[in-house]
């Protein structure tokens, strides 16, 4: 029961963290979508030796 309570006590608490940081942050939302631009290498599938997209060794 106490295990419950401390779990439930630390979702609140994260809730309440990530309230925070929304009010403090009203650009929030323009960062969020400016994070991945299609020239970002991370947005892209990954690529193989032959430039083609890849999802790894295939079995």
Same mark, same amino acid.
């Not at 106490?2 to 994260?14: F, I, N, S």
């Not at 969020?32 to 970002?40: G, L």
């Given at each position: 029961?106490?295990? +419950?309570d401390r /779990?439930?006590?630390? @979702?609140? !608490? &994260?809730?309440?963290?990530?309230? +925070?940081?929304? /009010?403090?942050?009203? @650009?929030? !939302? &323009?960062?969020?979508?400016?994070?991945?631009?299609? /020239?970002?290498?991370?947005?892209? !599938?990954?690529?193989?030796?032959g430039g083609?997209?890849?999802?790894?060794?295939q079995f």
């Amino acid at each position: 029961m106490a295990k +419950q309570d401390r /779990e439930r006590d630390q @979702e609140l !608490a &994260d809730q309440k963290r990530r309230e +925070q940081e929304l /009010e403090g942050s009203p @650009e929030w !939302a &323009d960062r969020a979508a400016s994070a991945r631009t299609p /020239e970002d290498p991370r947005a892209v !599938a990954p690529r193989d030796a032959g430039g083609r997209p890849s999802n790894g060794r295939q079995f």
